[in-house]
């Protein structure tokens, strides 16, 4: 065997999951201060003893990409950037523009290249303008480096696929776990998939279908009924000697992009009409299911009166209180105080940790001293049209800066809340241990996170009662949406769904 010519390829990250009915807007500083690095440092958090996205997660898309070029033995991986900002309101429109400039450059500067390899969420939008941020990132990038160059994509299960994705990269895959465990894996193997392309080991050939489906499917999660049919379909049709990869797009349905959308993307080595027959198959298997519920949503006080009958679980760990309208992770503020008015306005007698995101009241308090007394009015400021303000009277147990800025805990009774400066992530433990709450010993915890803290919380959250407040993360919002198609579940009358598909398969 002939030694294996030499590749250059080139890498990086443009990521934020955008939620249109968050007040706030992304800036180019959030994108500083969540995540944001370039060239060797890039290389080195990507690497074994790298950390890829400190305080996020240690190994995901690019440290895949990487292990895959070091496996093959002949691939100089050549890092761009990786940037990154928190799920929350729309991209302003001048903080995308330095975004792809930023791509664009370390693009030009990179010298000659074979391939490319991106990870990008696909579900950004720009405030103002497109609601198919990655498709624009694409058309820039093709006018920079040519229509031929391949190009390898790998994206959240909730990105909104769109014609310019399908048109505009080689290879499209997404994650498909959900809780998300899976990006390491999904970038290696999406990387494998384009080092095989520009070895000439295979033909990338697509089909793809897009549902009239906004929400369905139950609660989504990959190993649970409904959806664990499907991923486990999908997985076998990859066992198939043609098929190289199988995605299935869920959407973020507060991105109110107007081709919003669950689709399928089947990826062969050169076989079409395989690629649309699957595609095919598994569209209709997820229509199938669209109507299958998501979980029952109670009211803040039903769910309180869950918790307090949940005795066993209060015992052994305690009980998660989930408030599926307000989710930092998918792009809410943290700043509902629904739940906080019916916790103070008649205590529960239970141990109960609340997150709250309320910028005014996080600096003012941080300037008091521990152990002193707390009267005043908190949230309410970012959301206003959303959430009242509510009294609280307590005694300040600690003042701490956190990645979530300034951060307090205040006890009013057994309900002991922590008042972050920016949106608070409830998702792992830590949110309360590094601000001296032991998980432990709390009842009750408000998560602000839908599954995802199943993940981290498993050994003591027992019970999961979700409850709907107040907040981006509604899915109220889904009733006013405009989109291009009618679609399940805003309507319930669509019976099939193949003549919407070939319509948002066109729309540009
Ligand atoms: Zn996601």
Redesign the pocket.
Known sequence: MGRRRPLRIAFGRIFQ?SNAFSPLATTIDDFRRAHWISDDALLAACGRRGVEIPGYVKRAELSGFLRAAERDGAVEAVPLCSIAALPSGQVAPEAFADLQAELLKRLSTAGPIDGLFLSLHGAMRIAGATEDAEGQLLKAIRARVGAELPIAVCY???ANFTPAKADLATISCA?RT?P?RDMYRVGQRTAELLIARLRSKFRPTRAWRKLPLVLGGGAGIDFLAPMRRIFLMARLFERLPRVRYVSLYMC?PWSDASDLGWAVDVLTDNDQVLAERLAERLAEMIWQVRDVPLPTLYTPREAIEKARAAKWARKAGHVALIDVADVPPAGGTGASTTMLAELIASPPKMTTYIPLCDPQAAVALSALAPGSAVSRAVGGSIDPDRHRPVTIEGRLLGVHDTKFGATVTVACGEVKLVITEKPPMTINPTFFSDVGLDPKRADVVIQKSLFHYRVYWWKTALRHVPFDGAGATSLDHLRGVQLAVPSYPLDQTISDWRAADKRLRKLA
């Open positions: 999951e959240d299960l909730h994650l959900n998300h973020h």
